[in-house]
Nanobody
Framework: QGQLVESGGGSVQAGGSLRLSCVAS????????MGWFREAPGKEREGVAS???????DVADTVKGRFTISKDDAKNTLYLQMNSLKPEDTAMYYC??????????????????????WGQGTQVTVSS
């Protein structure tokens, strides 16, 4: 069964940085695509970034230039480096994995329904 365990969330002031980590079971890590979603109270769930098995990445416009997604295949671990954090980045962040179609991944990576496996989430709070 797929398992994703996030860590690295916390509270930080605006302008600060955090790095989220997600350790995946071997089976789950072999998925075609892994990524991060976030959900804030009263807002829709948002795809933040994704990375496919070849290392190709997609990043939401709202975080482009500030957040970087990466992975370490030797450790079955996904990362999200978050810099220049803003109060509007406050949310629960979820690690996800799924077998997305490589032919359409550029259009589908940000759709929550595409992902079969979800972590429990880690809270990120940014104060002004």
């Amino acid at each position: 069964q797929g398992q994703l365990v996030e860590s690295g969330g916390g509270s930080v002031q605006a302008g600060g940085s955090l790095r989220l980590s997600c350790v995946a079971s071997s089976h789950t890590y072999s998925s075609a695509c892994m990524g991060w979603f976030r959900e804030a109270p009263g807002k829709e769930r948002e795809g933040v970034a994704s990375i496919d098995s070849d290392g190709e990445t997609d990043v939401a416009d709202t975080v482009k230039g500030r957040f970087t997604i990466s992975k370490d295949d030797a450790k079955n671990t996904l990362y999200l480096q978050m810099n220049s954090l803003k109060p509007e980045d406050t949310a629960m962040y979820y690690c996800v994995a799924g077998m997305l179609d490589p032919r359409t991944i550029g259009r589908t990576w940000s759709r929550a329904a595409e992902y079969d496996h979800w972590g429990q989430g880690t809270q990120v709070t940014v104060s002004s």
